[in-house]
């Protein structure tokens, strides 16, 4: 009889007797398991609701980091994701970013303890984003949006509790940013001329997917009298162009009055992102310079050589979100390792029970 | 008396294991040195082989380096310094 390999739905996470819930609040802060905001006390009836809805048993293997040892089971998860103030229909989004992020070429362990300060963004697209909530329009990194506030926050909570990514011990972060709190958007499929990331990526246009990406604060490309997109393209270009950037992936996310000029004058997602690779470009001597290199590391030779600050035009990763109004779309840089860290995507699964 | 309020443990809960450290050699033949890959880690290592050559002269040193600061270090490579060293000296340079 083997009974090892056995699915159960039993939770074995240990069971604590506090007296009520707020309580449980303050001895949440005690143990060091929150962000440094109160949680929602995870009790065994949320959280077994949070499983359902997946379709994961508890003991289900979401990922593993080697170099930590660590195994993220789906219970941890759903407890992280009460916590984190979430509803039950996100898990799937958020069992599909934990699956993403633990692909090898996402190097979890290196953006989440590195002194650089990233943090997982995550880009959600298809049906999920009017289904869950997802806030693709105004103020697209602020608050106010529950799906956005409460999923990137189990994503870090998760991190904390389950990965051991405590700042200090094992995020070294020297500045972090405000997204290690939350940092969740979605894409405007309806404003959005072009195919959405996740198609581009590969994932069937009827179906949610989750792109992470490790990611710096999202910087402003502020062009609100630009009128053109060749000027638009320099606007980009120019705020691309900041210290040492050593290639790997960025996010640029364009608002719509951006997407609109591009759309008029007929420009593709190529296009946009080989100009962008032409423009973002320096003397190789001048970004060795600006990047703090050593002057026995820069050779007579780089002078007749240029730097371009996404290495090929396919690695500027572009969605349509943001508000209505204003010539502000965004940047996100990508972790100082560049290439080390590489954008996920993955389908969100289907609950086949669920309506 | 009114019902006790259940919750969860959120964090792993598996204490990590605690290795032993390997047994110190009293002789060895060779030192192998594991630069991180960060920059500036190989003039720290350098200094350090030199130091090393000056205390123990006979003693061969085998200088390996990352593919980069920012992964771990794979298995083939932890394998073969494992194979061709008895010591290794490993650290991080910043």
Redesign the interface.
């Known amino acids: 009889m083997d009974t090892q390999t056995e699915a159960t739905w039993e939770?074995t996470?240990?069971?604590?007797?506090?007296?009520?819930?707020a309580?449980?609040m303050e001895?949440?802060y005690r143990q060091g398991?929150t962000d440094g905001l109160p949680v929602v006390?995870?009790?065994?009836a949320r959280?077994r609701e949070f499983l359902e809805y997946s379709g994961n048993f508890p003991g289900d293997i979401l990922g593993v980091i080697?170099?930590r040892?660590?195994?993220i089971t789906a219970e941890?998860v759903a407890?992280?994701a009460v916590?984190a103030g979430c509803l039950p229909n996100y898990m799937p989004v958020i069992v599909a970013a934990i699956e993403a992020m633990c692909q090898e070429s996402f190097?979890l362990?290196?953006i989440s303890a590195?002194?650089g300060g990233t943090a997982p963004l995550l880009i959600v697209n298809g049906p999920a984003v009017q289904q869950l909530n997802i806030n693709c329009g105004v103020n697209l990194f602020g608050p106010g949006v529950r799906a956005n506030a409460t999923i990137g926050r189990a994503i870090r909570?998760i991190l904390m509790?389950?990965c051991?990514s405590i700042p200090g011990v094992l995020d070294k972060a020297c500045m972090g940013h405000p997204g290690k709190y939350s940092y969740v958007i979605a894409e405007n499929e309806e404003g959005n001329p072009w195919e959405p990331l996740s198609v581009e990526r590969g994932i069937p246009a009827s179906l949610s997917a989750v792109t992470v990406f490790a990611g710096e604060a999202p910087h402003h490309v502020n062009s609100q009298v630009g009128g053109t997109g060749k000027r638009l393209v320099l606007s980009i270009a120019n705020t691309m162009m900041g210290t040492v950037y050593l290639g790997g992936n960025w996010i640029l996310a364009l608002c719509p009055e951006h997407v609109t000029i591009f759309k008029k004058e007929g420009w593709t997602k190529a296009q946009i992102r080989e100009a962008v690779w032409e423009q973002a470009a320096r003397p190789f001597d001048a970004f060795k310079r600006i990047a703090g290199f050593h002057d026995e590391l820069i050779h007579p030779e780089d002078a007749e050589s240029t730097y371009h600050y996404i290495h090929t035009p396919d690695d500027l990763l572009i969605v349509t979100a943001g508000g209505g109004a204003g010539g502000f779309s965004a940047l996100i840089p990508p972790w100082a390792?560049g290439a080390?860290?590489r954008p996920v995507t993955r389908a969100v699964g289907v609950c086949i029970d669920c309506d | 008396m009114t019902e006790p309020f259940i919750v969860l443990d959120p964090t792993l809960e598996v204490e990590a294991t605690r290795q032993e450290r390997a047994p110190r050699l009293a002789t060895f033949h060779t030192i192998g040195l594991l630069d991180n890959g960060k920059p500036n880690s190989d003039k720290l290592l350098k200094k350090v082989a030199s130091m090393l050559e000056t205390c123990f002269p006979d003693v061969q040193i085998n200088y390996y380096r990352k593919p980069g600061a920012y992964r771990p270090a794979s298995n083939a490579l932890l394998d073969q310094v494992a194979a061709e060293c008895d010591v290794a000296l490993v650290g991080i340079g910043d």
Do not use: Q
């Open positions: 939770l996470s240990r069971r604590i007797e506090l007296d009520d819930p309580g449980a001895f949440y398991w006390p995870p009790t065994p959280v080697p170099a040892n660590r195994v941890k407890i992280n916590m190097n362990h290196g590195t002194t909570l509790n389950v051991g390792a080390d860290s």
